[in-house]
């Protein structure tokens, strides 16, 4: 569970894009199911999002977030998403996506490393 409070900027913004970076603090609540001792700490965070829609039949979206701990000083996190949309006549689209998580200091018998390849097939109206 995860409160965050902070502000953003977009530095582009059109009609068919927006870049903005933003920055804050969250608060990280971490709680296991298994043995491992539960965890709550206080993070700043400093991240950047690109969006470009409406470009022909694409649409991109990356995101980076970098969580340093404020509480937990030698701790850091970062989160990473790259989505790419491609419109099919129809209305049909294929999506492809990958999601990549870094933590220094994880779990107990965890992998600093976490990632997540998706893809998908679908229909709108």
Known sequence: MNF??????????????YWGAKLG???????YSSETEDRESWEAYVGSELDLYNIGDLNLLTSLMVYPGITATERIRSDFVFDLKYDLPYDFYIKL?????????????????DYVFNSGFGWKW
């Open 4 to 17: 965050q409070l902070g502000m953003g900027k977009f530095l582009i913004r059109t009609n068919s894009s």
């Open 97 to 113: 996506g990958f999601s990549a998580n870094y933590d220094n200091k994880p779990a107990a018998d965890a992998s600093e490393f």
């Open 25 to 31: 603090v969250n608060r990280n609540v971490e709680r």
